[in-house]
């Protein structure tokens, strides 16, 4: 009798840790969900100071360029190349640019600074689905960019189009284009930060994920452009920062770089390589 009682002491917690492969891991994912991985990231991005600065010289570029053009515009008189009100919106969010090469980088280092420590293996144990982890730091840095990019076009926009009043040009909010291409700008500069992030994701070093990210960025138009005939010209309005340019422009010449059409081309490129990020990230080792 006593022998029998044993036995099944000693069978009971084999049978219990040997249920179906990946119950515990499961019910840990069940736990789970993108919300709770965003808060994670948030307390993640906050925490490094590096990141943090990085984040702000990027929004501070948009802030203070812009006017300062805009300043010198309007004290060069009648020599100003700025003459109307879109090339004076322009000039306001002239600091785009440097923030968009900022920004990019700022994603490459928040997905590559996990892997330099093997800190990414921690981040996989405690979230078992990897895409999560892909799309929580998207959400995240979106989500920073969006409030503090808002507050930065909002300045620039408004200090500059105060300058330009006094000589005549309307580049403030009652402008045509002022509004939309203010919002393109926002997310505009969220893209560029995102699309660094799968820069990160696919090659899993700074360097090189920098490197990728400037070749999409400034390498890959022009390039393709080289190409004979239509081609080149269909093939350089189709490149990401292409759409994007053509997202925040204020006028086009052909169909595919209308704003609608690169809002959509800009947005589908965001969509498509986050889940190519996602799949390559979950197939293969940390």
Excluded: C
Excluded at 15 to 31: E, K, L, N, Q, V
Excluded at 174 to 186: C, E, F, K, Q, Y
Excluded at 268 to 282: D, E, R
């Amino acid at each position: 009798m006593t022998t029998a009682h044993t036995s099944t002491a000693s069978v009971t917690p084999t049978t219990t840790s040997s249920a179906a492969p990946g119950t515990g891991d499961h019910r840990a994912g069940a736990a789970t969900t993108v919300r709770r991985t965003v808060n994670s990231e948030l307390v993640k991005l906050r925490s490094l100071r590096s990141h943090v600065w990085l984040l702000g010289v990027a929004i501070a570029f948009t802030m203070v360029l812009g006017p300062i053009q805009s300043l010198g515009q309007v004290l060069a008189g009648p020599s100003r190349t700025v003459k109307d009100g879109d090339a004076a919106l322009a000039e306001a969010l002239s600091g785009v640019t440097t923030s968009t090469l900022l920004l990019g980088v700022l994603g490459v280092l928040v997905v590559t600074g996990e892997y330099v420590p093997r800190a990414i293996r921690t981040t996989f144990m405690l979230v078992p689905r990897r895409p999560y982890v892909v799309v929580a730091k998207a959400v995240t840095l979106g989500l920073a960019i969006v409030v503090t990019g808002a507050v930065s076009v909002a300045i620039a926009v408004t200090a500059s189009s105060i300058m330009f009043d006094r000589v005549g040009i309307d580049a403030g909010w009652t402008s045509p284009d002022a509004l939309r291409v203010s919002l393109g700008m926002i997310w505009y500069l969220v893209g560029w930060a995102v699309l660094g992030q799968v820069a990160g994701w696919v090659t899993r070093s700074k360097l090189g994920g920098a490197a990728l990210l400037i070749v999409v960025m400034l390498v890959a138009a022009p390039l393709v452009s080289l190409m004979p005939g239509r081609v080149g010209e269909v093939l350089a309005a189709l490149m990401p920062s292409s759409a994007g340019g053509a997202m925040i422009s204020t006028s086009h010449a052909t169909a595919l770089a209308a704003p609608a059409a690169g809002f959509a081309l800009w947005t589908g490129y965001l969509v498509v390589l986050t889940a190519l990020a996602a799949w390559i990230v979950s197939h293969r080792d940390a």
